[in-house]
T-cell receptor, first 113, second 114 residues
Framework: DTGVSQDPRHKITKRGQNVTFRCDPI?????LYWYRQTLGQGPEFLTY????????KSRLLSDRFSAERPKGSFSTLEIQRTEQGDSAMYLC???????????FGPGTRLTVL | DAKTTQPNSMESNEEEPVHLPCNHS???????IHWYRQLPSQGPEYVIH???SNVNNRMASLAIAEDRKSSTLILHRATLRDAAVYYC???????????????FGQGTILTVHP
């Protein structure tokens, strides 16, 4: 059981830089979610993919954020021109079609200085 | 998604049962009740879910009130590894454009004392 993996686990960047995170879901899972979690809060939904199609984006996903899932397998989340307010844990989750349970990765902790 | 209300924190002693309450008075007929937990420095982890009937699995039990306006997650014998934030979440099972996303509240911080 390989689980959901995320890379990197930690990222420190300077304000204004671009960052990209990667999520590898469980191999047979065709549904993929990105969430963001700030300190002391529960995770907040960012975006959803069904296979390679991005079907839903939260209002939290400003135009500086872009997510892709080019072949319906791994996904990337890019943040351009990072701001200090982007500092958070970015979580990826996946699930199999027809099943309710979401499997979460360990997250990528972003710190913007 | 309908909202849930949980206590901010609860405490328990090791090897004792823990009952974590959740109120969801505006639940709709198609909402499933999900519980996830998040251990320190980890992503959330699925615990259990149900619709109307009580549910049991190897991790916990879920007791759902007859009117479905509240539910209780039961950990039968708490261990130190159960110390986590527990989230009660309603997920619309009617399909449409919810796409199964989870709407987390602030959850209940469970402290387990040795």
């Amino acid at each position: 059981d390989t689980g959901v993996s995320q890379d990197p686990r930690h990222k420190i960047t300077k304000r204004g830089q671009n960052v990209t995170f990667r999520c590898d879901p469980i191999s047979e899972h065709n549904r993929l979610y990105w969430y963001r979690q700030t300190l002391g809060q529960g995770p907040e939904f960012l975006t959803y993919f069904q296979n390679e199609a991005q079907l839903e984006k939260s209002r939290l996903l400003s135009d500086r954020f872009s997510a892709e899932r080019p072949k319906g397998s791994f996904s990337t989340l890019e943040i351009q021109r990072t701001e200090q307010g982007d500092s958070a844990m970015y979580l990826c989750a996946s699930r199999f079609m027809g099943r309710d349970r979401q499997f979460f990765g360990p997250g990528t902790r972003l710190t913007v200085l | 998604d309908a909202k849930t209300t949980q206590p901010n924190s609860m405490e328990s002693n090791e090897e004792e049962p823990v009952h974590l309450p959740c109120n969801h008075s505006t639940i709709s007929g198609t909402d499933y009740i999900h519980w996830y937990r998040q251990l320190p420095s980890q992503g959330p982890e699925y615990v259990i879910h149900g619709l109307t009937s009580n549910v049991n699995n190897r991790m916990a039990s879920l007791a759902i009130a007859e009117d479905r306006k509240s539910s209780t997650l039961i950990l039968h014998r708490a261990t130190l590894r159960d110390a986590a934030v527990y989230y009660c979440i309603l997920r619309d099972g009617a399909g449409g454009t919810s796409y199964g996303k989870l709407t987390f509240g602030q959850g209940t911080i469970l402290t387990v004392h040795p």
